[in-house]
Nanobody
């Protein structure tokens, strides 16, 4: 089992920035990929960004150029730096980690972007 604890959500104005963090514990040896999903009201959960243990990244088209995912393997922590936030980025953001996606889920953190 892997436990994921997220932090860093909140309320920000459009154009602002937030940084999400997610720390993993438990069976961390099983983790290859880490990343972030989000789910807006009435919409399906979508993969926003992912990163492998070796540092390869992928992003949803809607966040390319604005969001940056990074990972500290020594701390078993993944980060999501979100810049130039838009109201449409408003969602609950979920950390995810495992051998592949989707793996284990965090509890979610709310990100609200006001216009």
């Amino acid at each position: 089992q892997v436990q994921l604890v997220e932090s860093g959500g909140g309320l920000v104005q459009a154009g602002g920035s937030l940084r999400l963090s997610c720390a993993a514990s438990g069976s961390i040896f099983s983790i290859n990929v880490m990343g972030w999903y989000r789910q807006a009201p009435g919409k399906q959960r979508e993969l926003v960004a992912g990163i492998t243990r070796g540092g390869s990244t992928n992003y949803a088209d809607s966040v390319k150029g604005r969001f940056t995912i990074s990972r500290d393997n020594a701390k078993n922590t993944v980060y999501l730096q979100m810049n130039s936030l838009k109201p449409e980025d408003t969602a609950v953001y979920y950390c995810n980690a495992g051998q592949y996606f989707p793996g284990y889920w965090g509890q979610g953190t709310q990100v609200t972007v006001s216009s």
